[in-house]
């Protein structure tokens, strides 16, 4: 099984930079696609950004041009600088990757959350 291990979250003022990151262990045939999910209170969770096996990123609409999504294959790690951040993207995120077994079944990962608040 996969584990996933997330860090970087915590308190910054609108405007500051946050980077998160997502190391991925266990038994790992190949992950197709990883990504940054998010839930903000009374909200319901949502896609952020995502990364796949080739390198093609894609990211919501929020956060397109303020949010990086960036992988290194070697250490299974994928990670989120976030700049211009703004209290609105206070919220719990969640670490996402889709791998292959070693028989070719898909199955999705998810880290913990980790905890990112935008307050002054």
């Known amino acids: 099984q996969v584990q996933l291990v997330e860090s970087g979250g915590g308190l910054v003022q609108p405007g500051g930079s946050l980077r998160l990151s997502c190391a991925a262990s266990?038994?790992?045939?190949?992950?197709?696609?990883m990504g940054w999910y998010r839930q903000a209170p009374g909200k319901e969770r949502e896609l952020v950004a995502t990364?796949?096996?080739?390198?093609?990123?894609n990211y919501a609409d929020s956060v397109k041009g303020r949010f990086a999504i960036s992988r290194d294959s070697a250490k299974n790690t994928v990670h989120l600088q976030m700049n211009s951040l703004k209290p609105e993207d206070t919220a719990v995120y969640y670490c996402?990757?889709?791998?292959?077994?070693?028989?070719?079944?898909?199955?999705?990962?998810w880290g913990q959350g980790t905890l990112v608040t935008v307050s002054s």
């Open positions: 996402n990757v889709n791998h292959s077994t070693v028989w070719g079944r898909r199955r999705d990962a």
């Open positions: 266990g038994t790992i045939f190949n992950i197709n696609t």
């Open positions: 990364i796949t096996n080739g390198g093609s990123t």
